[in-house]
């Protein structure tokens, strides 16, 4: 690991200032901040992110973790710790899918230290970029190509990918939020801001090594999510090589809100399968305003891999992918959820 | 005379070895040197941890990892390093009363917090913990290099409210890999164990 400053921010405004060298969105920005710490010293130590300055955050996490229902608006803040949220009555009742992303995420001991704006904000990586030691890697070496395209891709993305980066993006909770039209509070040298969660992350386009739309020293101070029937009929499916502690090779966010027999409003985002947190619309499209049913579910599962790009040893993804989201229509379409409160 | 014990050579051997070729510990004279030149950042912070409800004022290079901070500065050396990169729980720990990986906490990033370790989870003279008599009674180790993690790790399990079944037991215990495999006597020592814990 490389030397680094290290100061310890006594405030959310110090350390939006401090911070002032994060960069826009880059992956690799000499100043970064540290809260949980699971991603960044991991990544620190394999000398893959060689940051002149980090700025602590633990000192802040007491006054920004609060997780609190507003009407119909969940709030979650941008420092609660994964473990916290995963296992709050506000968040099983009025939105699971949250609760289980989180739950199936990482080990306890990684759940206890990652805080949720961390978690949403680790890189979309792949093992070629944690080694440093592959010289071609357009997200650590800008222009040095992608060791991914030609090598072995397994567990890389097929949707929103291009010629720069084929690596996934690892996490669950993203994928629900994703979904769901979360909303973030941002706090930065000049203010406040509020922005979906869909406008957070990039696609690569050529330039992988910015991940992010933040800007120069922004914090997520927040997260807020709207709640109701649609949210309570959710369910989040993680398909993995291994049982626990592993990421997912496929996983699908679902929300469903169905009357008559009828589908209302379908929510769905992707895991395991994408460059970014992913959304599919046309998959929701397809089911809007019809019966939900086995040739229905399967429909809008074609439509929401239809755009899949493979690489060799990931060929096994799509259909991994539609029957991933199959089952977690299923799974939304036979809960129970819980009663409005 | 001092009792000889495994930690007491392991301690003394290094300490020895380090007058040898440096006059302080090893890792911090290594990481120090490192960061001179190149107008690299002055990378020794004075750092007060809290461990076992004693409290440790210590030089540190900044990069230093609580479990570094631990084994090679403090003589704690129950807490063991596995992997050294979040991916096995040897190094689990107590910080705040949750169990966490040592390995990827930064030292100076948990200043004057509560930390506990393996050494602090029975009294020096004292019975063993619950947890520890478990796992001697059930045979839940073969090498034993993971256990103080597993056990720390499976403390908090059951503080959590997390060793409910077997199943419930592997999911949240999953964080602590055993090479041994003696994962099967580990949920039996927890289930032997989870009724004597007090709730958190």
């Known amino acids: 690991m490389r030397p680094f400053d290290f100061t310890q921010a006594e405030s959310l405004s110090q350390a939006a200032m401090l911070a002032s060298g994060t960069g826009q969105g880059q992956t690799d920005a000499a100043t970064q901040f540290l809260a949980g710490g699971t991603s960044l010293i991991d990544l620190m130590k394999l000398d893959v992110l060689r940051p002149r300055r980090l700025v602590g955050l633990s000192g802040l996490r007491d006054a920004n973790e609060r997780i609190e229902l507003n009407g119909r608006e969940l709030r979650l803040g941008g420092f609660a710790k994964m473990a916290a949220v995963a296992r709050h009555p506000l968040v099983l009742a009025h939105c699971p899918a949250v609760a289980q992303s989180l739950a199936l995420a990482a080990s306890a001991q990684l759940r206890n230290m990652a805080t949720l704006g961390g978690n949403v904000l680790q890189k979309t990586r792949c093992t070629y970029y944690r080694d440093a030691t592959w010289a071609a890697c357009n997200k650590r070496s800008p222009g040095s190509g992608c060791a991914a395209l030609a090598g072995f891709n397994r567990n890389h993305a097929i949707l929103g990918v291009d010629g720069s980066c084929i690596a996934q993006y690892p996490g669950d909770l993203g994928v629900v939020f994703a979904a769901l039209d979360a909303q973030l509070d941002l706090l930065g040298p000049s203010g406040t801001r509020q922005i979906p969660f869909t406008a957070l992350h990039t696609l690569a386009m050529n330039r992988p090594h910015i991940e992010t739309t933040l800007r120069e020293g922004e914090i997520i101070t927040q997260f807020r999510l709207p709640v109701g029937a649609l949210t309570r009929r959710s369910v989040y499916v993680k398909v993995r090589d291994r049982a626990s502690y592993e990421f997912a090779i496929s996983s699908a966010a679902v929300a469903l809100e169905v009357e008559g027999g009828v589908v209302r409003q379908a929510r769905i985002g992707l895991g395991g399968m994408a460059y970014k947190p992913w959304r599919s619309l046309e998959g929701e499209q397809a089911l809007s305003g019809k019966p939900l049913t086995e040739a229905t579910m399967a429909a809008a599962a074609t439509a929401a891999l239809a755009s899949a790009k493979t690489h060799g040893f990931n060929d096994y993804k799509p259909e991994l992918g539609r029957r991933t989201l199959v089952r977690a229509l299923q799974e939304a379409q036979a809960m129970t959820p819980a009663r409005e409160a | ?200």
């Open chain 2, 1 to 200: 005379m001092t009792k000889l014990t495994r930690r007491t050579v392991i301690t003394a051997g290094a300490a020895m070895a380090g007058a040898g070729l440096h006059s302080g510990p090893l890792f911090a004279r290594d990481a120090a040197a490192e960061g001179e030149g190149e107008g690299a950042p002055n990378n020794v912070a004075r750092v007060r941890l809290m461990v076992n409800g004693r409290e440790h004022q210590v030089s540190l290079d900044r990069r230093t990892t609580v479990l570094d901070a631990l084994r090679e500065h403090l003589q704690l050396t129950g807490t063991k390093k596995g992997c050294d990169q979040g991916q096995c729980g040897a190094c689990t720990v107590h910080i705040r009363g949750e169990r966490v990986l040592s390995c990827l906490t930064l030292a100076v990033a948990v200043q004057g917090q509560r930390i506990d370790t393996i050494e602090g989870l029975s009294p020096p003279q004292g019975p063993l913990h619950p947890m520890q008599r478990a796992f001697i009674d059930q045979d839940a180790f073969q090498c034993g290099y993971c256990t103080p993690g597993q056990i720390m790790s499976a403390v908090a399990c059951v503080r959590e409210g997390h060793a409910r079944s077997d199943d419930e037991i592997r999911e949240y215990m999953s964080g602590n890999l055993c090479r041994c495999a003696a994962y099967p006597k580990i949920v039996a020592a927890i289930k032997q164990a989870r009724g004597l814990l007090e709730p958190a």
